[in-house]
């Protein structure tokens, strides 16, 4: 199900030596989004957490029942005493009255393990339910599997995703085809920021960056992990010494390149050192609410990264408002070459980079759809109409990410991804 973030793969392999390969990514395991496989990690989940609790079962009544032991002489004694009390009323004098009532005292603990007692038979009476439950479900597994054992089907998994895994390292770049519905990761920060990780780095490094607001703002939160970013745990603070402007900044190779704030001066801060590398004005771009995308927000210069490296979004007076892509130098932030468009950026509502083409949203607000794509190989563009789901109506931040390939948007104060669909027609040669 795409609404879960899943994969769906399609492999071919043409009489021409042709690879066709599409693929939903980013790249997660196979075996992990076989439904089979999703029910059978589900019950493992539902045995271990039904072992737990025995086990935390087993601790408490052993307790229990050595404390209940302890009293058992103390009750006895009583007992014996209050038969005592009974037959012979008169020599229940003061001192013995105080005696039977210090018993009674000592005997008050019990209540609480007994009423603990209550208690444990009511969650084994809902464990047997649970194991009841279990052994439905794996029936049922075991009918839906048919001939094929568990380890035969995991087998066959991992043959077919090493030889999608064999097609998907020959592929270059492709063409964006679809985009998932939206997953909402985190529900944060103002109306308008940015997210993202780093989109260069190995897969081993899962830090997140978080820039909340558009405007003057200098401090940039970096996570451990993702699920630190979920939970608001384990960050360090960076703080900028130039302020930034707009959402456009971007993780590159543990550098985040970002727009100076009242200026068309681009910054390269690195993370590990704390200090700026290098900045460097683009000529001619405009800034400060000159030519922003259509929701406003400094957004005049945008900062982007894809398969081929770095780029810069922006636009002149010269170019008459329209978008100018740009490759940009990552280590010294000189402008390779420029496009121009022919796209007015005010009408856009975000814009991305996939391999090389710019893709451009027709608006920020609900009903937004991917509307034009400009390509730098061919230096030509196309009208697209390609759904895109604006869940929370407001997007200040769009951007692809490479190395994950899914789309990281900022959605009014939602931090939100997009997985993408490429389609990827290649040549390569012997079997796969």
């Known amino acids: 199900s795409p609404d879960e973030g899943w994969q769906v793969y399609t492999s071919a392999q043409a009489p021409d030596g042709k690879c066709l390969c599409t693929a939903v990514i ?18 493992m989940e539902k045995v271990q957490n039904i072992s737990q609790s025995m086990e935390v079962l087993d601790l408490r009544t052993y307790r229990d029942l050595q404390y209940v032991r302890n009293t058992e002489s ?9 038969k005592v009390a009974a ?54 597994i075991q009918e839906e599997m048919g001939a094929y054992d568990y380890e035969e089907l995991q087998q066959r998994v991992l043959m077919l995703e090493a030889r999608l895994h064999a097609c998907m390292q020959k592929l270059g770049c492709g063409k964006l ?46 996570f451990r992990t993702l699920n630190d970013f979920v939970t608001g745990q384990n960050f360090v603070q960076h703080l900028l010494p130039h302020p930034w402007a707009g959402t456009g900044h971007v993780v590159f190779n543990g550098s985040l390149y970002y727009n100076k704030y009242q200026s068309n001066i681009a910054v390269k801060y690195h993370f590990r050192s704390r200090s700026v590398l290098v900045q460097r004005s683009l000529a001619g771009a405009g800034y400060n609410n000159t030519f922003p995308y259509s929701w406003g927000g400094f957004s005049d210069i945008d900062f982007m990264v894809d398969e081929s490296g770095l780029w810069a979004v922006y636009t002149t ?26 796209y007015p950026k005010r009408s856009a509502g975000e814009s991305f980079m996939i391999c090389g083409t710019l893709y451009v949203t027709n608006s920020h607000l609900a009903g937004a759809k991917i509307y034009f794509a400009y ?36 959605n009014n104060g939602h931090q939100v991804i997009y997985n993408v669909t490429l389609f990827h027609v290649i040549k390569t040669s012997g079997e796969l």
Not at 104 to 123: A, F, G, I
């Open 74 to 82: 103390l009750m006895k004694g009583l007992d014996s005493r209050l």
């Open 317 to 342: 007076n010269q170019n008459a408002g329209n978008i100018v892509v740009s490759r940009v130098d990552p280590q010294t932030l000189e402008v390779l070459h420029s496009w121009d468009t022919g």
């Open 26 to 43: 980013p790249v997660q395991g196979s075996c992990s989004r076989d439904l089979r496989s999703h029910q059978l990690r589900q019950l």
């Open 87 to 140: 037959e012979s009323q008169k020599s229940l004098n003061a001192r013995s009255f105080q005696e039977l009532k210090d018993k009674m005292t000592e005997l008050l603990p019990l209540m609480p393990v007994l009423d603990q007692y209550k208690s444990d038979t009511r969650l084994i009476v809902h464990l047997k339910e649970e194991v009841r439950n279990l052994s439905g479900s794996l029936l049922a």
């Open 375 to 410: 390509y730098t190989n061919t230096s030509s563009y196309e009208y697209t109409d390609i759904p895109f789901h604006n869940q929370y109506s407001h997007i200040s931040m769009l951007d692809y990410n490479p190395r994950e390939r899914v789309l990281y948007t900022w």
């Open 177 to 222: 085809t679809g985009v998932s519905n939206p997953i909402t990761i985190r529900a944060s920060g103002s109306r308008f920021g940015s997210w993202m990780t780093d989109t260069m780095t190995p897969s081993a490094d899962s830090r997140v960056w978080y820039m909340d607001g558009y405007y003057k703002g200098r401090r940039v939160l970096e």
